[in-house]
C-alpha cells in the first residue's frame, strides 16, 4: 500500500491516510482480510507521528472498513456501519455543496457528468 500524503494540503494527514485507504480498498489495491501496515510502520513509512496513523485507523475501524485484532493489527473488514439511509443523506449534503462550486465556475451538467463517469470508472471491479 502506497499512501502519497500532501504535507501542504489543507486536509488533516489523518484524514488524507484514512480516504486513501478507502480508496484503495474501493480500487483492489486492498482486499478484505489483508492486513494493514502497523501503525508505528506505517508512520515511521510516511514521516508522520503514529497518534496521527492511530487517529485514521480508529475512523476507520468506526466507519467499519477495517477491525482492529490485537494479533494481526489493522486489518479490512468492509462491515461498513453506516445505514445506507444516512450515507445517502451525507452523500446528497457533500453532492449538494460540489455542485454548487461547479455552479459558481460555470462548469456545465454535462462536464458534470464526464468527471463522474471516469472515477466510476476507476472504482469498477474486475467482473
Do not use: W
Not at 485507504?21 to 513509512?45: M, N, T, Y
Not at 453506516?82 to 455543496?97: C, I, P, T, V
Request: aromatic letters at 10%; a negative charge; proline letters at 2%.
Amino acid at each position: 500500500m502506497i499512501l502519497r500524503i500532501d504535507f501542504d494540503s489543507e486536509t488533516p494527514i489523518y484524514v488524507q491516510i484514512k480516504n486513501q485507504v478507502i480508496e484503495c480498498i474501493a480500487k483492489c489495491e486492498i482486499e478484505i482480510g489483508e492486513e494493514l501496515p502497523s501503525v508505528r510502520a506505517l508512520a515511521e513509512d510516511i514521516g508522520v507521528n503514529m497518534h496521527t496513523v492511530n487517529k485514521a485507523y480508529n475512523m476507520l475501524k468506526d466507519e467499519g472498513y477495517i477491525k482492529i485484532d490485537r494479533r494481526k493489527g489493522a486489518v479490512v473488514s468492509l462491515n461498513l456501519n453506516q445505514s445506507m439511509e444516512k450515507f445517502r443523506e451525507d452523500l446528497n449534503e457533500n453532492l449538494y455543496f460540489y455542485m454548487a462550486q461547479c455552479f459558481n465556475r460555470n462548469i456545465n451538467k454535462e462536464d458534470v457528468k464526464d468527471f463522474i463517469d471516469k472515477i466510476f470508472i476507476d472504482f469498477k471491479k474486475e467482473e
